[in-house]
């Protein structure tokens, strides 16, 4: 089933994914909802409900007869959360990408202990990446769990699809997804994963398939130095 934008007041799925290609570094950076976010939201809905009811009233005449006639209750509308949940499940995939983009790049932490960095370069891998620079760096912060800093100088265009976070192991055989790329900031580490285990860093370009396995198109990689 198809959930591109049909005619309507609610945003599709396009429209959706075109929104989250045009939040930045710096958007993420804000530490509260811009002013009126959620005002807006109410309103939307608010406004959204009006519509509703008057298309509700202007109909229910007719629509009272067909009921009458089938059995059923005259002026019967839908339930108010019938209404309203698509525009409520858009406006929240858009607070929870804001607040992610928030909690991603809070890397500003001084009491994070570094463990080791390298530069990712584009050696040997898509030329997509050829121009794309980054430093990736493993700290330890203060409640002992594990983070990568990474500091992007430049990252390749990734089209229809998203730059995505990885810590591979020496044998590539096997890895872990940190998440798509934001840019500049702190992307935390599984708990239970050994980063000696894993030392590789690497940032690929992903498809918007819902396929969770690598894509095999890496942009920059680069091997921890852990004795740094």
Do not use: C
């Given at each position: 089933?198809?959930h ?8 599709g ?21 811009p ?7 109410e ?8 519509r509703?009811?008057a298309?509700?009233t ?9 009921e009458?006639a089938a059995?059923g209750?005259?002026?019967a509308t ?8 698509p ?6 995939a858009?607070?929870v ?19 080791g ?8 891998l ?8 980054a ?11 594990l983070?990568?800093d ?10 229809d ?5 990885w810590i ?36 690929s ?16 990689r ?7």
């Amino acid at each position: 089933m198809s959930h591109e934008h049909t005619d309507g007041p609610f945003p599709g799925e396009a429209e959706m994914k075109a929104l989250a290609r045009t939040l930045t570094v710096a958007d993420g950076r804000l530490e509260t909802p811009p002013p009126g976010l959620f005002a807006g939201i109410e309103a939307r809905v608010a406004a959204e409900e009006r519509r509703q009811a008057a298309r509700d009233t202007m109909g229910g005449e007719q629509a009272a007869g067909r009921e009458q006639a089938a059995g059923g209750p005259a002026g019967a509308t839908r339930p108010r959360w019938m209404r309203v949940a698509p525009f409520l499940a858009a406006a929240a995939a858009v607070a929870v990408l804001f607040v992610g983009m928030v909690a991603v790049n809070r890397s500003d932490d001084s009491s994070a202990a570094a463990l080791g960095e390298v530069a990712l370069t584009n050696a040997g891998l898509d030329p997509a990446g050829a121009d794309s620079s980054a430093v990736a760096t493993l700290v330890e912060l203060a409640d002992g769990s594990l983070a990568l800093d990474i500091d992007v100088g430049s990252t390749p265009p990734a089209g229809d699809g998203f730059l995505e976070l990885w810590i591979i192991d020496t044998q590539v055989q096997g890895m872990y997804s940190l998440g798509p790329l934001h840019g500049t900031g702190r992307y935390p580490l599984p708990a239970h994963v050994d980063p000696s285990q894993f030392p590789v860093v690497d940032i690929s370009v992903e498809p918007t398939d819902g396929e969770p396995t690598h894509s095999g198109v890496s942009v920059l990689r680069g091997l921890l130095d852990l004795d740094a």
